[in-house]
């Protein structure tokens, strides 16, 4: 105990002597997983049958979580999720299980929910209480000014910057950089990505050590555990609980949510609605959230009556916008092992932003971290994964429903990766300037052979193209080793599907709330955004709410 504390201090000590241009407000204690929340989690089974809440949270994900919390803090409120806890599925819990989980063979339970795109990109999202956040690398990093000017509504900044410090109090810390994330930062700088930025949660040009969800311990401390900010007496989750359909009511003049369908583990419906001025709040991610609008009757007309679905509610653009960053990437194979390592390192410049893993070997590949599902392939040592993603992107492409009636099989969706020549050109600079890091002196050491250029390194999988100038041979790779960043968004758009207070247009008392209305993906990597915009979106309703005047509390 008094070790570990001393090494925290000495650790804290560096930190202020090598970074010293940090942002410091408070990070997070490295502490225990805490599990808290679980005195108000309940299995669906063992929920009635109708009850009545003043909100209603679908989705307990990477945004779920934090609004459901903040808006008990006066209010009653639901939140249901359709995975299990996070306890049940402990490789959710240690950065060692990250591969693990997306190895694990989908049976409809397990955390990481597989999906194909209609190109035939391997993907997943979470299904497990924190969602998405419990699947992920953990890199924390804020949004980029542009993300809001172009989001297409006005922002509060200084309630943004309150609800990121909320997270970050929370569940962010900084990180204690791995040899190889640091020795990748060195071959950034070199390579031309300045200035060295430090320890910085902001979006800069530049190479920075960012947050991460992961403790020096390696535990994830994800969404779920914003759930202990939340007042308990208020607070109740629902695991094992899929919602179906959305409850409408309306007359003449106006069309309103009540409620939501939802059912448990044995099948069995259930229904909660809300009372008086309360509301819906859809934060079941950017699949999620579109496909129940869609399966609700909420979505293009034309689209709705084709499946036979009775329209409720004409807007076009549900589904619409659908974007996926693709992942440009190299692995190679050291000759000699490497410690495993999340991304803690991330290279910033106005076209392009890369990162690094280590990884494990491993013997059955982890769904969608290659691109094709198709591949069975095995890598017997540890390797160090360089990734890149561009801002955006400016393709896109749409979802549609499988099934017009079960919400349990999963919608099509389809990005059009590369679509937009700007993608391509793009993904061009990004992957030429892995080229130059490769070349770098800090990277020499991890090649097996003394050759020239990037000769000598042992790539697994496609080499990177040797020839710097060649811009074709660069446009094939990119467009060969199309995989998924996992940072998949759109289908309900702010300042199209819904309003600058992520209303619903059209629709009384329903909200989105997730990352299905943005239109690009902010900063390096979206989860420190989606966080924010869980905790901002539940401030901006308690203030609506205790300013209201005709409401009835
Ligand atoms: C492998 C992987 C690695 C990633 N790495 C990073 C990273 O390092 N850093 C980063 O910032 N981002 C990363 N991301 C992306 C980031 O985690 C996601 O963009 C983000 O978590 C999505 O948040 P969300 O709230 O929109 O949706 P989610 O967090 O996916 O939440 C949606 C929730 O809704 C539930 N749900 C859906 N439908 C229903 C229904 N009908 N009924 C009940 N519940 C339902 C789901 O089970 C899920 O829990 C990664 C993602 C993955 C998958
Ligand atoms: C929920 O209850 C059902 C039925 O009793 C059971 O099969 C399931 O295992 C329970 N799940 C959890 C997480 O307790
Ligand atoms: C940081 O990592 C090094 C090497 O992995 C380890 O020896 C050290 O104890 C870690 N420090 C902290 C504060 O976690
Ligand atoms: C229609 O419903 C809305 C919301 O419930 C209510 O405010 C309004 O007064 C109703 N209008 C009529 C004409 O009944
Ligand atoms: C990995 O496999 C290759 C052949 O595929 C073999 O030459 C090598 O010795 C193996 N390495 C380890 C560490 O097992
Ligand atoms: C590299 O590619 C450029 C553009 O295609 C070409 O002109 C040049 O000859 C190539 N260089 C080598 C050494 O192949
Ligand atoms: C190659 O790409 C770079 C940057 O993407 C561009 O500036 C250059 O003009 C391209 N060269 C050719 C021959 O297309
Ligand atoms: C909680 O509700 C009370 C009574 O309506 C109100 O005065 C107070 O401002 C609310 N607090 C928050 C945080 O919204």
Not at 59 to 71: D, H, I, V, Y
Not at 132 to 154: D, Q
């Amino acid at each position: 105990m008094e070790k570990s504390r001393n090494s925290v201090i000495l650790f804290l000590f560096y930190l202020s002597v090598f970074y010293p241009q940090t942002d410091v407000h408070s990070f997070a204690t490295p502490s225990d997983h805490d599990f808290s929340y679980m005195k108000f989690v309940y299995n669906a089974t063992d929920l009635p049958s109708e009850e009545v809440y003043d909100y209603i949270v679908v989705g307990g994900g990477t945004a779920g979580c934090p609004l459901a919390a903040t808006l008990s803090v006066n209010y009653s409120v639901l939140l249901l999720e359709k995975g299990s806890v996070p306890s049940a599925y402990p490789s959710v819990l240690h950065h060692d299980g990250i591969l693990t989980t997306l190895t694990l063979e989908d049976n409809g339970k397990t955390p990481a929910e597989r999906f194909t795109s209609e190109e035939g990109v391997a993907n997943v999202r979470g299904r497990v209480l924190g969602g998405s956040s419990m699947l992920n690398i953990g890199v924390y990093s804020r949004a980029e000014k542009e993300f809001y000017a172009e989001s297409g509504i006005e922002w509060d900044m200084d309630l943004v910057k309150r609800a990121y410090e909320w997270i970050e109090n929370s569940i962010v810390f900084l990180p204690n950089v791995s040899r190889w994330n640091s020795v990748v930062k060195q071959g950034l700088l070199e390579a031309g990505i300045g200035p060295n930025n430090g320890f910085n949660l902001n979006h800069i040009p530049g190479t920075k050590v960012t947050g991460s969800i992961f403790d020096n311990e390696g535990r994830r401390h994800g969404a779920a555990e914003l759930l202990n900010r939340a007042d308990p007496e208020n607070m109740r989750v629902a695991v094992h609980a899929t919602v179906e359909r959305i409850i409408f009511s309306s007359n003449a003049s106006s069309l309103s949510a009540r409620g939501i369908v939802y059912s448990d583990s044995h099948g069995k419906s259930h229904k909660a609605f809300v009372r008086g001025n309360g509301e819906v709040i859809l934060s079941a991610g950017a699949i999620g959230s579109p496909q129940l609008l869609l399966l609700s009757g909420v979505g293009p007309k034309s689209y709705l009556s084709s499946v036979k679905i009775p329209v409720v509610h004409h807007e076009p653009n549900i589904g619409q916008f659908m974007r996926d960053n693709p992942r440009y990437y190299i692995t190679i194979l050291p000759p000699s092992p490497l410690v495993p390592s999340g991304g803690q390192t991330v290279g910033i410049t106005r076209d392009f932003y890369i990162e690094t893993l280590a990884g494990p070997p491993f013997s059955s590949t982890p769904f969608s971290l290659f691109p094709h599902p198709s591949i069975r392939i095995k890598i017997n040592s540890t390797f160090g994964h360089i990734v890149g993603k561009f801002p955006g992107p400016s393709s896109y492409g749409s979802l549609t429903l499988q099934s017009s009636s079960d919400v349990k099989v999963g919608p099509n969706v389809r990005f059009n990766y590369y679509a937009h020549p700007l993608d391509l050109a793009r993904c061009v600079s990004g992957t030429r300037k892995i080229g130059d890091l490769l070349r770098t002196n800090s990277l020499k050491p991890f090649k097996t052979q003394d050759l020239p250029g990037v000769e000598g390194f042992n790539f697994f999988g496609l080499p990177l193209p040797m020839n710097q100038t060649d811009n074709a041979s660069f446009e094939k790779f990119c467009r060969e080793t199309t995989a998924t960043f996992w940072h998949y968004h759109g289908g309900c758009l702010m300042g199209k599907v819904v309003d600058g207070d992520l209303r619903v247009r059209g629709i009384n008392t329903l909200r989105v709330v997730d990352g299905s209305t943005f239109n690009l993906s902010p900063g390096t990597n979206p989860q420190a955004t989606l966080m924010m915009l869980g905790r901002y979106a539940g401030l901006k309703m308690l203030k609506e709410r205790s300013t209201c005047k005709g409401c009835s509390s």
